[in-house]
């Protein structure tokens, strides 16, 4: 292709985002902009398989069978959720072997969050509340995002995600009603995995290479430091609502900006996580190897099936 049909392809491409059309997985795209968004949904769908790890470890300890069937359906929509996105990474020609093995290989990032150990049972409600909680603020943007198969992904997905938030409060606002000892618990769980929540969002905006890029491609619909803010503001109220209060002793509500400032992240041990050097990145990702390792009877199965089937067919066929 000439130079000037690639810039006429370009234009007519930087036109349709500018007129918000989506765009499918066979029109044509700049690479960078098929990179990052393989980039992109691919360490969503990483994050939501490994996310099953904290909670699908308390599944067997549940404290009431109601308890138990919420948090199941909650793991398995999570599942579900890593399939829809691996399925919208593969549009874009990529394999999804090719994506699992840059997750087992520890190539492909996967959210910090997961790497944090849930160590009791008020874990599984502040998980659902802020972990959640904070996937939605970041999805509900994504729905209006270019490109299409992601954009519809996100839709069921934030429905799916609602739920599960509402889980989890539910499990911290019964903590919290309860006694000295489960009220200690709930405040116990939220001053572990507050700072990791915000830490989901990513690095400040200054900080962020991708952001501008993606802001421009409409891929991203608001920065980290946006959706940051609008979580902290959304669930400092819920906190207080039932009790609770939020570890930070710089969080206070600015009347001038109408918004709450809040304390210094700790970017130090973001970095650390991300890089593979958190409380649990070594444990998730064996799990997720012995899980691929013990699923592959499996898959071969699957295929063999797959493989005698279209024979069979294709006899039909001649
Ligand atoms: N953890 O330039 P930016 C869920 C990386 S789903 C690890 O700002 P970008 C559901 C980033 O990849 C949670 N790495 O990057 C659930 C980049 O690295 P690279 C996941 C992080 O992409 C709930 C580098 O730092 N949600 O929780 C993190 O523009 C409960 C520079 O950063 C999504 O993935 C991090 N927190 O913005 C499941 C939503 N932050 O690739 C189970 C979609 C940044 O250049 C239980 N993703 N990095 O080497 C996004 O919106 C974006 O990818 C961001 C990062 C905002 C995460």
């Known amino acids: 292709m000439s130079e000037m049909e690639i810039k006429s392809l370009e234009e007519r491409f930087n036109q349709r985002i500018a007129n918000d059309e989506k765009i499918e997985a066979k029109d044509w795209m700049p690479e960078k902009y098929r990179k990052t ?13 490994v996310g099953m790890l904290p909670e699908g470890n308390w599944i067997t300890r549940c404290p009431t069978l109601r308890r138990k069937v919420a948090l199941l359906a909650k793991v398995q929509d999570e599942g579900g959720h890593g399939l829809y996105l691996y399925s919208a990474a593969e549009t874009l020609g990529i394999s999804r072997e090719e994506l699992i093995d840059q997750l087992l290989s520890g190539e492909a990032k996967y959210s910090s969050i ?13 998980i659902g509340w802020l972990v959640d909680g904070a996937a939605i603020m970041n999805q509900v943007a994504l729905i209006n995002t270019s490109y299409g198969p992601y954009s519809r992904a996100m839709i069921r997905i934030c429905k799916e ?32 995995w507050w700072w990791p929540s915000l830490m989901m969002f990513g690095p400040r905006d200054a900080e962020s290479p991708n952001t501008e890029q993606s802001m421009r491609w409409k891929l991203k619909r608001k920065t980290n430091d946006e959706l940051r803010q609008a979580f902290v503001d959304q669930t400092v109220p819920q906190a207080e609502l039932i009790g609770l209060r939020i570890p930070d002793d710089k969080l ?10 809040f304390g210094d992240i700790d970017w130090e041990e973001f970095w650390q996580v991300v890089n ?28 063999a099936y797959a493989e005698k089937h279209a024979n069979k067919t294709y006899r039909q066929a001649v």
């Open 252 to 261: 206070k509500w600015n009347e001038e900006r109408k918004h709450y400032d």
């Open 276 to 303: 593979g050097h958190g409380p649990c990145n070594k444990q998730r990702l064996e799990a997720r190897r012995k899980a691929h390792e013990d699923g592959a009877w499996v898959r071969d199965a699957a295929m």
């Open 114 to 126: 997961f790497n944090y150990p849930a160590l009791t049972w008020a874990d599984m409600g502040a």
């Open 37 to 49: 968004h393989i980039r992109q949904i691919s360490q969503h769908a990483h994050s939501e398989i």
């Open 161 to 192: 995600e609602s739920f599960h938030q509402r889980q989890g409060y539910e499990i911290m606002m019964a903590l919290m009603n309860g006694t000295q000892e489960q009220r200690d618990m709930a405040q116990d769980a939220l001053n572990r």
